[in-house]
């Protein structure tokens, strides 16, 4: 059964950093490209970051969190990371992780910049 | 970055035919189709199709989807109580090298 399981969210100050994991289990983590998407209370889904599989170097930002946030991935751990700095206040929402073409998504985990 | 276009909110009585429409360009819909997901309150969304017409198991066929040029579309046939949910596309932009949201679709079953 594929799992992916969100940690790391919590309450920050504007310009403080926090470091979300995604941990997966259930499927060959080395074949497939992870995702991070955000929900903003309330909101429509944002995509924030997608890293290809290790073999490609490739990773992908979002305009709103460029220069800011930085993806990677462990494959020895089978885990997604997103780095966050510089947190602003709109940066407040849940952070999804999901595989691939979106087939499978955790529960998320709540990320608040709030002074 | 703008992103796709989706009507806000669509409302169909039990057992009719709804028809959410995702609009965007030759850069991302007309190119690799559009992701269809569902979405209900407090809960992860969930994927209904990927690629050009991929439904992953588990998924109802009275889920549809179809294209045309750079509009996407997914209908739902005789929708059910259960079928009232956000309903996003989403679709890769190759121009810009990046993932595209619609803003969602609120699907009210009457």
């Given amino acids: 059964e594929v799992q992916l399981l969100e940690s790391g969210g919590g309450l920050v100050q504007p310009g403080g950093s926090l470091r979300l994991s995604c941990a997966a289990s259930g499927f060959t ?22 890293v290809h599989r290790s073999r490609f170097t490739d990773r992908y930002y979002a305009a709103s969190i460029k220069g800011r946030f930085t993806i990677s991935r462990d494959d020895s751990k089978n885990t997604v990371y997103l780095q966050m700095h510089s947190l602003r206040v709109e940066d407040t929402a849940i952070y999804f992780c999901a595989r691939d073409w979106y087939d499978y998504w955790g529960q998320g985990t709540l990320v608040t910049v709030s002074s | ?34 992701a269809w997901l569902q979405q209900h309150q407090g809960h992860p969304p969930k994927l209904l199709f990927y690629g050009n017409n991929n439904r ?6 009275r889920f549809s989807v179809s294209r045309s040029g750079n509009v996407a579309s997914l209908t739902i046939t005789g929708v059910q109580p259960e079928d009232e949910a956000d309903y996003y596309c989403s679709a890769w932009d190759d121009r810009l090298s990046i993932w595209m949201f619609g803003g969602g679709t609120k699907l009210t079953v009457l």
């Fill in chain 1, 29 to 50: 983590f080395t074949d497939y490209p992870m995702t991070w998407v955000r929900q903003a209370p309330g909101e429509g889904l944002e995509w924030v970051s997608t």
């Fill in chain 2, 1 to 34: 970055q703008a992103g796709l276009t989706q009507p806000p909110s669509v409302s169909r009585v039990l057992r009719q035919t709804a028809t959410l429409t995702c609009t965007g360009n030759s850069d991302n819909v007309g190119n690799e189709g559009a």
């Fill in chain 2, 56 to 61: 992953p198991s588990g998924i109802s066929d």
